[in-house]
């Protein structure tokens, strides 16, 4: 299954950057998100799993297909890159790929002792809550605000000014 | 107290060990896994027919008409007569339109409603998968569905299409906020988002007797949200006939077609199972408070009957509802969400917190 999910995983990547047509690449940026999702339900995450289904499958990537659908034609097609771009990016990708899997290969995997801890949810909100040791309670509040803010924002953007447009 | 209600994990336990006498523990878990893949294509099939029978005979008795009435008694073949014409009709490739992605979208949409309905509770012990964050996993899957009639609008490359599968997109996403902060209210209510549990909380009476008012306005909210959801009238605007000719699948011929159909009817069976889950205790039986006697004879009813009535009960709601009412336009839909629905169940959801932190709940 581990073998399945990560082939997905990396060949929907590729295709996600080869594909020469915009929601394509949408559909399989999905496909790997879906398979990150396996991933985390074969490490019996289930809330993890849950969370990237409904954030990044059902969210983001919705949200990345409206606004193509907003925007773009079905014949819409990508050029083809230039060859220096090309190989830029390429030998930039496989630098930075050599180094991850070197730092990987280099350090010691040890097998864990610990053992498994439950997933609960009343932990989760807890922690998610608690200003003690290893409490969350800043950054999600800081999230909040960055939300809010962000959330004010797009209301002002698409706020119509009621000066120019009196017709409406 | 629910002791003799009949315990379908003895059963499935009792065929686990049958197997396991005969086989390899690899490949029972492999029989095992397509003995209920196909219970549950056999289910979905049965259902999705059964409920577009349903549908056509409601629609017939609030028009004062007979409805199918040709086809076997009363009319019961009709729809396999439907299917058996749909999987004889031409399948028609669209020139100009995206082949891949066309031919993807009937099977997201359909899919995502099979992986919902894997974590329902049809009966005590009787589910497939009980996650112990079964109702937000329900509602993950369920929100992936959209992603299939956004392809399948912009893939067919035609304006009716499209507009259907926008405002299809636009409605799904906003209503999904209303169906999730109405199951919320449960969940605080019960403590947990294991659907066995909530399932077992509401053994002393059902969540919606219990929890007083605003367990009601969430019921309530959750109906009109996952009619929404569902793209049902009068919510039905992203395959609104007489604007839009058949909205997101009008370019949809034969078996594919009946794979959106199938799907939208599968998944009004699935919200009206899951409203039944949380709102009106599933498979667990008529129960008050501590009336020992009544409890024991609601026993004797077994909790599969329960479970399919209480689902249907909604089901017919939910028909009634698209018989009677007009359909809305688009701007009242995202009015009634964002202006009515939202406000209403982020207060409902602090009324809530509040009745249980000072455990005025029973």
């Not at chain 1, 559909?27 to 790997?32: E, G, K, Q």
């Not at chain 2, 086989?23 to 409920?51: D, P, Q």
Request: charged share 10%.
């Amino acid at each position: 299954m581990f073998y399945m999910f990560s082939g997905i995983i990396l060949i929907c990547s590729l295709l996600t950057i080869t594909t020469r047509r915009i929601l394509r690449a949408a559909v399989y940026l999905l496909c790997v998100l879906l398979a990150t999702a396996g991933l985390y339900f074969m490490l019996k995450y289930q809330f993890m799993a849950a969370v990237q289904l409904t954030l990044y499958a059902g969210g983001i990537v919705v949200l990345i297909i409206f606004s193509i659908l907003l925007t773009s034609h079905i014949t819409h097609r990508f050029k083809h890159p230039d060859l220096v771009k090309l190989i830029m990016g390429v030998s930039t990708a496989l630098v930075g790929g050599g180094l991850v899997i070197a730092t990987i290969l280099s350090h010691p995997f040890q097998t864990g002792t610990t053992s498994e801890l439950p997933v609960n949810m009343t932990e989760i909100g807890n922690q998610l809550l608690s200003t003690g040791k290893n409490g969350y309670v800043l950054p999600f509040e800081l999230i909040s605000i960055l939300l809010l803010a962000a959330m004010i924002a797009a209301i002002v953007i698409a706020k119509k000014d009621k000066n120019k447009n009196s017709e409406i | 107290m629910s002791s003799n209600i009949y315990d379908f994990s003895t059963l499935t336990g009792s065929i686990h060990t049958w197997l396991s006498g005969m086989m390899s523990s690899g490949w029972v878990i492999f029989t095992e896994m397509v003995l209920v893949g196909l219970i549950f294509l056999l289910m979905y099939a049965l259902l999705g027919l059964f409920l577009v029978y349903l549908e056509r005979k409601v629609c017939a008795i609030m028009q004062n008409r007979v409805g199918p009435n040709r086809v076997g008694k009363w009319g019961l073949l009709q729809t396999i007569a439907d299917l058996i014409k749909l999987l004889l009709k031409e399948l028609i490739p669209i020139r100009k339109s995206d082949a891949l992605l066309f031919n993807l979208a009937p099977f997201i949409v359909i899919i995502c409603s099979f992986l919902a309905m894997a974590a329902l509770p049809y009966a005590k012990g009787l589910q497939a998968i009980d996650f112990n964050i079964g109702v937000f996993y329900i509602m993950a899957v369920s929100s992936l569905s959209v992603v299939g009639i956004l392809l399948a609008g912009w893939a067919s490359n035609s304006k009716y299409s499209l507009i259907g599968a926008m405002r299809s997109g636009a409605q799904i996403v906003s209503y999904e906020l209303s169906v999730g902060l109405s199951l919320l209210a449960i969940v605080v209510f019960s403590g947990t988002m294991q659907l066995s549990g909530i399932i077992e909380s509401q053994a002393n009476g059902w969540w919606i007797f219990k929890g007083h008012i605003p367990a009601f306005i969430s019921f309530v909210i959750f109906l009109i949200a996952s009619t929404a959801e569902i793209n049902r009238g009068p919510f039905d605007l992203a395959e609104a006939e007489s604007e839009l000719t058949a909205g997101f699948h009008t370019e949809y011929s034969g078996i594919k077609f009946a794979f959106f159909f199938l799907a939208e009817y599968m998944n009004m069976f699935i919200v009206a199972a899951l409203g039944a889950t949380i709102f009106l205790g599933g498979w667990m039986p008529f129960h008050v408070g501590n009336w020992e006697g009544f409890n024991q004879i609601m026993d004797y009813i077994p909790s599969v009957v329960w479970f399919f009535t209480k689902t249907f009960f909604i089901i017919l709601i939910i028909m009634w509802f698209k018989w009677t009412f007009p359909r809305l336009r688009i701007d009242q839909l995202l009015t009634l969400e964002w202006k009515y629905l939202l406000p209403i169940s982020l207060f409902n959801i602090v009324l809530i917190a509040f009745i249980v932190l000072m455990g005025w709940h029973f």
